[in-house]
């Protein structure tokens, strides 16, 4: 079960840091993820983290948002810094254990200009 927090409503340049807290071993995880839906549009891939602290970007947000992970709090995050309006979303965290994924409950971003 993955529980994530820390959308919020914040202007266009400032950042913000989402959580996902993790229900079970962070270890059983092979690819930790974060993904969005923009209003109207369908969800796509943000960033991933997979075994080995290997990294992978959207374009769009490359260089401007971090992905990383601490096992001792069965969290990861997602630091998101110059934030535009484009970056608008529900925002989902996702688990992949190498058979089934698992999906939090969603955090509203809202970035005004």
């Known amino acids: 079960q993955l529980q994530a927090s820390g959308g919020g409503l914040v202007q266009a340049g400032e950042s913000l840091r989402l959580s996902c807290l993790v229900s079970?071993?962070?270890?059983?995880?092979?690819?930790m993820g974060w993904y969005r839906r923009p209003p109207g549009k369908h969800r796509d891939m943000v960033a991933t983290i997979a075994f080995g602290d290997r990294t992978q970007y959207a374009a769009s947000v490359k260089g401007r948002f971090t992905i990383s992970r601490d096992n001792a709090k069965n969290t990861y995050y997602l630091q998101m810094n110059s934030l535009s309006p484009e970056d608008t979303a529900v925002y989902y965290c996702?688990?992949?254990?190498?058979?089934?994924?698992?999906w939090g409950q969603g955090t509203q971003v809202t970035v005004s200009s």
């Open positions: 996702n688990a992949w254990d190498g058979t089934n994924h698992v």
């Open positions: 079970g071993r962070m270890e059983d995880i092979r690819v």
